[in-house]
């Protein structure tokens, strides 16, 4: 019995080592190739804070959401979908100024697919006395497609790049042996935009019509990143 596990394990570590060496030992050529791209981000979410602070405690919470959701509606957005309540454990929470005064406050968030109407909200937001805005992140909602399509560049550039350096020695590439590849998305949570700048109420009574101007947030940037090996012929 011993005899024939000792065979076994001899069998198995000649397989292994077989298959290492037909690795090792045959000719290739390794390359690695990066290809990166800048995509405008079209999902970009705002925290919007509604509390009685801001009118202090003129108006309350559930008349200041109901006055956001008209204004937002009138901008074309399609609050039932694109609104969500962030605490929906507690609906909304209390904060105790003094001994006798409470003041109630709800948090959202609202997506909006462009710099264009994310700086109509926040005009229209401060017309009534909503001014707690804030940029959340951005995405780019066709990022994978993206990646895969660097993904499809990177490998042609790989195997360009081989066949750039076996040329001079008279040499051919044949097929790849080994592929490893790293994807990336950068600044996806940036949270910086030109041109748009969350203002105090004040800001209107100097300026009572404002039309934000046609920006665009920064831009994402997706990238790939490959290692090739090709067997040399």
């Keep these: 019995m011993k005899k024939i596990f000792l065979i076994f394990l001899v069998l198995l570590f000649t397989k292994s080592f077989s298959q290492n060496k037909n690795f090792i030992d045959q ?3 390794e390359t690695s ?22 009118t202090k405690g003129k108006i309350s919470v559930e008349e200041l959401e109901t006055k956001m959701d008209e204004k937002l509606k009138s901008l074309g957005i399609t609050t039932e979908k694109q609104l969500t309540l962030n605490d929906l454990s507690s609906n909304y929470k209390k904060y105790f100024l003094k001994q006798q005064d409470i003041l109630k406050n709800k948090n959202y968030t609202l997506l909006v697919y462009n710099a264009k109407i994310a700086g109509k909200v926040i005009i229209a937001l401060e017309e009534i006395e909503i ?8 995405e780019y909602s066709k990022a994978e497609e993206m990646i895969l399509l660097l993904k499809g560049k990177a490998i042609l550039k790989a195997k360009n790049q081989a066949i750039a350096m076996t040329k001079p020695l008279n040499q051919k590439i044949g097929n790849a042996i080994y592929i490893s590849d790293f994807s990336n998305i950068v600044n996806m949570l940036s949270g910086r935009v030109a041109g748009i700048q969350i203002r ?10 404002y039309e934000p101007v046609n920006i665009e947030f920064e831009k994402i940037k997706i990238e790939t990143e490959l290692k090739a090996t090709f067997k040399l012929e």
Excluded: H
């Excluded at 001014?131 to 951005?138: A, D, G, Q, R, W």
């Excluded at 105090?200 to 019509?209: D, F, N, P």
């Design 200 to 209: 105090g109420a004040k800001s209107l009574q100097e300026k009572e019509k």
């Design 131 to 138: 001014s707690n805005v804030v940029l959340e992140k951005t």
């Design 33 to 54: 190739a990066k290809v990166d791209t800048l995509v405008i981000p079209d999902r970009i979410f705002l925290n919007i804070s509604i509390t009685e602070k801001d």
């Design 27 to 29: 000719a290739y050529i």
